[in-house]
């Protein structure tokens, strides 16, 4: 969880969380399932591992209610002149 920061007009804001940095230990033939499945679906082989696992927490009822939403991934969209 992130501490209630006040900004200078005194209104509670939420620090941006950090990512956090989790090495994980896969048998070579899952991680190859894993990035061929995550290059199906054209995301890299950590985002796939983050959307399954979110995904799994939210049909067990134990993701938060304050997780945000998945990183956008990629370039930024081109912004029209």
Known sequence: M????KDPSGTP????RQRKQVLLRLDPLVYEALA?????????????IEFLLR???AEA?????DTGPL???????VSEP
């Open 2 to 5: 992130t501490d209630p920061v």
């Open 13 to 16: 804001k939420r620090r941006p």
């Open 36 to 48: 061929r499945w995550a290059g199906d679906e054209l995301r890299s082989a950590n985002a796939q």
């Open 55 to 57: 995904r799994a927490l």
């Open 61 to 65: 009822g134990r993701l938060p209610k």
């Open 71 to 77: 990183p956008r991934r990629g370039r930024p969209p």
